[in-house]
């Protein structure tokens, strides 16, 4: 039962859209990524994903609307609605999921990041 300090983790990498396993419980992944741009409309049919602003913000695009995150906030995408997110500059997030899902979901492309490095 180590503690786990979010910005030592989060100065192990740098490359975008690849996210990094930091924690496990109860069958969830905890995952730090960074990004910038965005990321490939997309969306889960089994799981509900939560994305936790660490540093910096970014902007949760969805069909019909979008909405930014500031640092120190979440946002919970329920399994099946379609969405991207998009970063005007890098933001590091704290994504809580469960550990089956595929980052793209139900598309699969250049982005999609099967096998995630534990850090």
Excluded: C, Y
């Amino acid at each position: 039962m180590d503690k786990v300090n979010l910005q030592e983790k989060l100065s192990l990498f740098t490359a975008h859209w690849q996210p990094k396993i930091v924690g496990e419980l109860n069958g969830q992944h905890l995952k730090l990524v960074k990004f910038q741009g965005e990321f490939v409309w997309h969306h889960h049919d089994t799981e509900d994903e939560m994305f936790l602003v660490v540093k910096g913000r970014f902007r949760m695009d969805f069909k019909d609307h979008s909405q930014w995150l500031e640092e120190g906030e979440f946002i919970i995408v329920e399994r099946g609605v379609e969405h991207r997110p998009f970063a005007e500059e890098e933001v590091s997030v704290l994504l809580f999921e469960p550990a089956s899902t595929l980052n793209t979901g139900n598309v699969e492309g250049e982005l999609t990041a099967a096998q995630l490095e534990r850090i």
